[in-house]
C-alpha cells in the first residue's frame, strides 16, 4: 500500500478538507484544526492532486467550493461520523464507554459561564469526553444544524423544527469604551452619547451586529463602523486602541481587559439579549443533554442573581441605569430552582428570540 503522498486519500485529508468546506474560509478551518492556515491550503490542494480533481476556484480575494467540492464534502462529512460512530461502539463494546459530548458556544461565553457548565457536568459523568467549538451565534446554530455538535449556547433563536430551543438567562450589552474615555467619568451613559464615534463590531450577519444595529436605531442614529473583527477579543483589543467604541454583551465581563471599561448603559436605550442552549430536536431527550441543559439553568440562575459590572483592569465600576432584564432573569432563576428540566416544544415560539 503506498503513502498518502502518492495518491491515497487518507482521512487526514478529508478531515482537513471538511473543515475548509464548512466555512469556505482557511483561516478559520485552521483554527478549528489547531494548525496553521498553509497547512490547510496545502491539504486542500494536495486533495485535489490525488483525485485529479478540481474541487475549490478562487472567487475574487475568497476561495469558494466547486461543484466536485460540494459533492466531496457531502460525503467526507458522512464518512468521518460514520467513523467516529464506529469508533465508539468498539469501544462501548470493548467495557471503556468514554462519549464523546461535542459543545459549541459563542466567544463571550467561553471565559466562564460554558467551563463552569462542562466542570459540573463531568464531576457528574466523569466518563465523558468533550469536544469544544468556539464561533459566532450564527455559526454555532449552523453547527446544531448541519449535525457537528450535540450542545450548542448561543444568542440566537432559530424557528427550525429540527433544532430544540431553551432560554437560560438575559444579559444586557454594555458600552466598551478605551480606559482613557471621558464617558469612564460620566454620572450616566446613554447610548446617544456614543453617537457620532467610530463603532468596532463583528461582521454583518452576526448577531452581535444584528444587536448594535437595532439599538442604535431605537436610539435615533447608525452607527458608524469603521473596523470589523472576526471576534469580540478583537473587538476590545480596537477599542483598547482607541479605533472606536462597541457594544458587547455582559459575560465578557468575566474577562479582564486593561485597556477597556464596560459601561451599563442607562434607560431609555438600555438593551439585552438572551442566551439559549440549542440541540438537534432527536437528542432532546438524551440524559447527557437534560443534564447540561439543568447545569446550564443552575448557572444561568446564579448569573440572574449577579449584577457583573463593567469593569477597568479587573475593578468594578459603577452600574449605570435600571437592569432590564431582572423580570426575565427571575423566571429562569425560579425555573432553575424548581427543577424544570424538560425542553419546551415550540422551537419557533416569538418568546424565545432574541434580537438579532
Known amino acids: 500500500m503506498g503513502s498518502s503522498t502518492d495518491g491515497e486519500v487518507t482521512f ?12 469556505e474560509h482557511f ?24 483525485l485529479d480533481v478540481v474541487l475549490v476556484e478562487n472567487a475574487g480575494r475568497r476561495v469558494r467550493l466547486r461543484h466536485a467540492g460540494h459533492l466531496l464534502a457531502r460525503e467526507a462529512h458522512t464518512l468521518l461520523r460514520a467513523r467516529s460512530e464506529a469508533l465508539r461502539v468498539v469501544c462501548a463494546d470493548a467495557g471503556k464507554p468514554r462519549r464523546l459530548l461535542r459543545v459549541a458556544h459563542t466567544f463571550s461565553l467561553g471565559v466562564r459561564f460554558v467551563p463552569g457548565v462542562l466542570a459540573a457536568l463531568l464531576a457528574e459523568q466523569p466518563g465523558l469526553r468533550l469536544e469544544t467549538r468556539q464561533e459566532a451565534a450564527t455559526d454555532v446554530v449552523s453547527r446544531v444544524l448541519r449535525g457537528d455538535t450535540d450542545v450548542a449556547f448561543t444568542s ?12 437560560l438567562f438575559t444579559e444586557a450589552l454594555l458600552l466598551a469604551v478605551p480606559v482613557t474615555d471621558p464617558l469612564c467619568h460620566a454620572d450616566g451613559v446613554s447610548l446617544t452619547d456614543a453617537a457620532g464615534r467610530p463603532f468596532i463590531a463583528m461582521s454583518p450577519g452576526s448577531s452581535s451586529w444584528g ?25 476590545e483589543s480596537m477599542v483598547a486602541a482607541g479605533l472606536g467604541v462597541a457594544l458587547v454583551p455582559e459575560r465578557m465581563s468575566d474577562y479582564s481587559h486593561p485597556g477597556v471599561v464596560r459601561l451599563r448603559i442607562a434607560e431609555p436605550h438600555d438593551i439585552h439579549r438572551t442566551i439559549f442552549l440549542a440541540c438537534p430536536s432527536a437528542a432532546a431527550s438524551d440524559d447527557t443533554v437534560m443534564s447540561v441543559l439543568r447545569i446550564a439553568r443552575r448557572h444561568g440562575g446564579a448569573l440572574a442573581r449577579s449584577l457583573p459590572a463593567a469593569q477597568r483592569s479587573g475593578l468594578p465600576l459603577t452600574l449605570f441605569g435600571h437592569s432590564p432584564e431582572a423580570s426575565v432573569n427571575a423566571k429562569v432563576a425560579k425555573g432553575a430552582t424548581n427543577g424544570e ?5 415550540r422551537s419557533g415560539d416569538p418568546g424565545h428570540r432574541s434580537a438579532h
Open 341 to 345: 428540566d424538560s425542553f419546551q416544544r
Open 156 to 167: 440566537i433563536s432559530p424557528a427550525e423544527p429540527s433544532i430544540r430551543i431553551e432560554p
Open 211 to 235: 444587536h448594535m444595529m437595532n439599538a442604535c436605531a431605537r436610539a435615533g442614529f447608525a452607527p458608524d463602523v469603521t473596523a470589523e473583527a472576526s471576534d469580540l477579543f478583537g473587538v
Open 12 to 23: 487526514s485529508d478529508l478531515e482537513i478538507f471538511a473543515a475548509f468546506a464548512r466555512s
Open 27 to 50: 483561516g478559520q478551518a485552521a483554527r478549528e484544526l489547531g494548525v496553521s492556515v498553509p497547512t490547510v491550503q496545502r491539504g486542500v490542494r494536495a486533495l485535489e492532486r490525488k
